[in-house]
């Protein structure tokens, strides 16, 4: 995703044999060594050069991206095995856990766990064509392959979007070398755990009106990409993307965490297992109750109950009133 040149944390930022800008007059080069603290990093070099459109739907397609690239992945496993691709699950499972990262230039990083296990899923030894190698392989490709076309607007046209240039699959190993549950969970840990505060993330609540952007605390880049998503969000063409429902997230709508329903236990799972240990660890004695079932009843007071309160709310009104004459007859200050 090519959208515009901003300023990193390199040994020298943007640096350029020769001096030349843009054609909106600003520079093109940087040759200062940025610190990771600086406002700085993540800006745009010119605001006006960079696609806050392209930046924008990117986000607001990235689940359908990832979509197809894991079905893509399943596809060259199966080509590359000799499978028809219907018959794939019969040989295989793919899983994955996938973390999203905002970085500083506030565009969504995509960090994956990708696990080929045989059909019956993480107890089942791969097939002996799934090797490490050939799963790799297939991540490239998908990656490389994967497009997906946005909504044909008149403003903006239709934008083709891919992943970006930058991919780095590699195997992930234990520090002796050995795959590891622990390796995967700190991998995982790692990017989950970053705060928006050390990223170019939005805001952690929704924003009602244009007004709420202006008044957020986010960067001019930030702040810039939130306008175009309500700008976007008020296109008929965009409405199936709630563009200003997710402002606040920059349009991107995934979660932080999220993975294959197969990839590891479930909610589910752990509430039965804890639940089973309290009970086990529970007197005989003890006839607790645990409710697993809810529904929503309503909120607020019934009409009888907004009586009471009402009636209450005059009683310590009036209360507050006579205990502030009574001070002022006895020559004290007012409540």
Known sequence: MELGAVHRTAERCRPRRERSECEHGRPLNCGARHDPAEPLVGQPLCPDCYDYTAHVLWHAHAGKLWDRFVRGVRRHLATAAGLAQTRFPEH??????RVAEFQRRAAVHIHAVVRLDGPAGPDDEPPVWGSTERLMAAVRASVRRVVVRTPYCPAVGELPLRWGTEVDARPLHSQDGSADDDAVAAYVAKYVTKGATDTGAGTDHRLS???DIDAAPVSPHVRALMGTCWRLGGRPEYEPLHLRRWTHALGYRGHILTKSRAYST???????????????????????????????????????AASIAAGLAADFAMNRVMARWANDGDGGDAV
């Open 92 to 97: 295989a499972r793919l899983s994955f856990a």
């Open 209 to 211: 009106s244009r007004d």
């Open 266 to 304: 479930t909610y589910a799972v752990l509430r039965a297992e804890r639940a089973d240990h309290q009970g086990e660890s529970l007197p005989s004695s003890d006839q607790s109750v645990v409710a697993s079932h809810w529904r929503y009843v309503g909120s607020g007071h019934s009409p009888g």
